[in-house]
């Protein structure tokens, strides 16, 4: 088959969670199919980025500009036009031989209509990934809000299958569409890359958190969290922060603590991986809302392949793969003393760590591992 990804710019960097998943789910798809990724627009500057060989899929620059233009006038006529350049290299892709299926990543419902639109102007399905429930997001302007009900009502009623994240999603899917297509992908990754991969060496041992600054909420509960344990002599606090932290109450819990919480920023991706890899344990609380039960953190496969356990809450996917003290670590709320608790827990329950690292590597080998998603996702395409 011929398929098609679109809809995110800046592959084949690995600087973000969706575009780690979609690469993840392309080079599933690589083995037997010819994959085809389409930038619409350049995202980083050339010094941003060291782009990384690739050899089971072709990425397409739409704009055939590879690299943000430093002049303010020139990106955004780029960025305006580009719509234009991304459905003639469709057209011409499709030209050249039939595309088969079409990959739709987008936050956007207008990005996903012109996808639609071309898919029945050039005759090819699509595929829609569904990986937030959009409509259940807070502090959204009212245009986003517009944007995120008639991406959440209407693309998946227009779309021919649909992979969402969730069960949670699966599940609302299935009421607005009953005869819907899906596949169930949770967050999927190499583990064979980053067996590659040494682990960084500390002279302290350390837990990780990894997020972007819009979950400030949860970036403050974490260092609350941490702050309670009554032995943090000998270990630390690794925070990557994806973003600028503007909350002062976080910048000075950061500022007090200097010795035991470090801030990190703009690592490259090996170096992520390593971070992980040499860590005690990552953190990974999830919040008892409709949108941490329906998403699915990326990071989630990526902890499992460092061959690292993860710290949790009892939420959403979680109680789908993980069980507490078998394969993680589970809080049973979304509460500061009862995951300050289970931190503490590792601390002194290190002789348990192993078996649980060697369980929660094992679950992600079984349902983390792009090697056990290759032929599911290239069966649910060729079904009808």
């Not at 575009?19 to 941003?48: H, M, T, V």
């Not at 419902?109 to 699509?126: D, E, P």
């Not at 789908?320 to 003290?325: G, K, L, S």
């Not at 009862?338 to 649980?356: A, F, G, M, N, P």
């Amino acid at each position: 088959m011929r398929i098609l990804f679109c809809g995110l710019s800046g592959i084949p960097n690995k600087a973000s969670a969706s575009i780690n998943r979609y690469l993840a789910i392309g080079q599933a798809l690589g083995e037997s199919n010819e994959i085809i990724f389409i930038n619409r627009f350049p995202l980083f500057k050339n010094a941003d980025i060291q782009f990384s060989e690739n050899n089971s899929f072709q990425i397409i620059d739409a704009t055939n500009v590879k690299f943000r233009p430093s002049s303010f006038l020139k990106r955004n006529i780029l960025k305006l036009t580009s719509f234009i350049f991304e459905i003639e290299s469709i057209r011409k892709i499709n030209k050249e031989k039939q595309i088969d299926w079409l990959n739709i990543y987008t936050q956007f419902f207008g990005i996903f209509l012109i996808y639609y639109v071309c898919s029945k102007i050039f005759r090819f399905k699509t595929v829609l990934h569904y990986v937030e429930l959009r409509s259940t997001l807070k502090n959204r302007s009212f245009l986003f809000q517009i944007n995120d009900l008639l991406f959440d009502r209407f693309a998946i009623l227009l779309c021919d299958k649909i992979i969402p994240i969730s069960t949670t999603l699966n599940n609302y899917v299935h009421i607005l569409k009953p005869k819907a297509h899906t596949l169930i992908i949770p967050p999927i990754c190499d583990f064979r890359y980053f067996a590659s991969i040494s682990p960084e060496i500390s002279d302290k041992k350390y837990f990780v958190f990894c997020s972007s600054i819009y979950y400030e909420e949860v970036i403050l509960f974490v260092i609350q969290s941490f702050l309670k344990l009554k032995y943090t002599k000998d270990v630390a606090l690794h925070l990557v922060i994806n973003g600028k932290i503007e909350n002062q109450i976080i910048n000075k819990l950061i500022d007090e603590n200097v010795e035991k919480i470090y801030l990190f920023s703009n690592l490259k991706y090996e170096n992520l991986i390593a971070k992980y890899k040499g860590s005690l344990a990552e953190l990974v609380p999830l919040r008892n809302t409709i949108q941490d039960c329906a998403r699915f953190p990326q990071k989630i496969c990526e902890f499992l392949a460092s061959n690292r356990p993860i710290i949790t809450t009892s939420y959403g996917e979680i109680n789908n793969y993980f069980t507490d003290q078998i394969n993680a670590i589970i809080a049973k709320d979304y509460e500061i003393d009862c995951y300050s608790k289970k931190i503490e827990w590792v601390l002194t329950h290190q002789d348990e760590l192993e078996r649980i690292t060697i369980n929660s590597y094992i679950t992600g080998c079984r349902h983390f591992d792009i090697q056990s998603y290759s032929s599911k996702i290239n069966s649910f395409l060729l079904n009808k």
